[in-house]
């Protein structure tokens, strides 16, 4: 059997590149082309040195752990102790799941040495072997988002205590940057049609009424003042609550006021907003007064000042409006 250096080279220079892409990737690093080529590069030329080295089996295993680390090292750009020994790991993490997927895959199809003790990489087509990893590369990236984004939201999300008359509920709450919703001056949270029944029972009596805008439009809601709020370690009197469409792994979607200063992870939240909604701003939920032109939608939470500087609303149930 001829075995072409090149090849060999070209091969396992294209598998590390992908393999060293992933774990940077995955350890939250800045990626360089430059550094990811070097690191390439040095993995193809150990793949043709190593097995040209006379090594006995108890020295081959630490010379391919040095050399795998040297790899991961040099493809991270810049970080900390912590950066490289999180890239390392996943490095050696991912070639053991690739490498044992392609020996599944070589069993599968048949790609065996010919006396069945093993598989030879050089037998296997390389249309498989890089469709393979490119499936594996897609599954990983796919894998990370998501878990990155489950972790976003659960760093989001608080456990609050809502107290209204008899009846008290522990709620999952989120804290959403784009909640910036005001009525008489004072924050507002958003609750489902379900919560409302849940905590105030089924016939609520609002205390006024908000008109909302979203990315969806603007509505009139209701607003209903509870006796009581914990969340954090903090309690709130009489707070108000509004009704909206909110997530299946929360029940109430903070305001700002309520977590500021003791949370820094809304730039996430606000991220994961945009990705929501699909669109490249960030549009806030948003008080306007009745008859705001639509444009007053989305202005970062601050309430409309009427042009001729007057106030409304100040006991009628309707939110009151500040200069800007």
Wanted: contains cysteine; hydrophobic residues 45%; glycine residues 12%.
């Amino acid at each position: 059997m001829i075995v072409y250096v090149e090849a060999v080279f070209a091969e396992n220079s294209l598998l590390d590149g992908l393999l060293l892409y992933l774990s940077v990737k995955c350890a939250r690093g800045k990626v360089s082309l430059r550094n990811l080529l070097v690191a390439a590069s040095l993995g193809g030329i150990q793949a043709v040195i190593f097995p040209l080295l006379d090594l006995p089996v108890w020295a081959a295993y630490p010379v391919k752990f040095l050399g795998g680390t040297l790899l991961a090292v040099v493809a991270v750009r810049k970080g900390n102790i912590r950066q490289y020994l999180i890239t390392v790991a996943v490095f050696f993490l991912l070639t053991f799941a690739l490498g044992g997927l392609l020996t599944a895959v070589y069993s599968f199809f048949g790609i065996e040495t010919a006396d069945g003790t093993g598989f030879y990489v050089e037998r296997a087509p390389v249309a498989l072997v890089f469709s393979v990893a490119m499936i594996f590369l897609i599954a990983v990236l796919k894998g990370t988002q998501a878990l990155y984004r489950h972790r976003r939201i659960e760093q989001n999300i608080f456990v609050c205590v809502l107290e209204h008359g008899e009846k008290k509920v522990v709620w999952r709450g989120f804290a959403d940057s784009g909640n910036c919703l005001q009525f008489r001056g004072r924050p507002v949270g958003v609750i489902s049609a379900t919560g409302a029944f849940a905590l105030f029972g089924a016939h609520p009596k609002a205390v006024g009424r908000i008109r909302v805008g979203t990315v969806n439009g603007g509505t009139e809601r209701p607003v209903f003042s509870c006796e009581r709020l914990r969340v954090d370690g903090r309690i709130y009197s009489g707070v108000y609550l509004t009704i909206g469409d909110v997530g299946t792994r929360y029940q109430l979607l903070l305001h700002t006021a309520w977590t500021e200063g003791k949370y820094d992870h809304t730039r996430g939240a606000q991220t994961m907003a945009k990705q929501r909604a699909g669109r490249r701003e960030r549009y806030p939920l948003a008080l306007r007064e009745r008859g705001a032109p639509s444009s007053a939608i989305g202005g970062g939470g601050r309430r409309i000042a009427h042009e001729d500087g007057t106030r409304r609303g100040g006991g009628d149930g309707q939110g009151e409006a500040d200069r800007t």
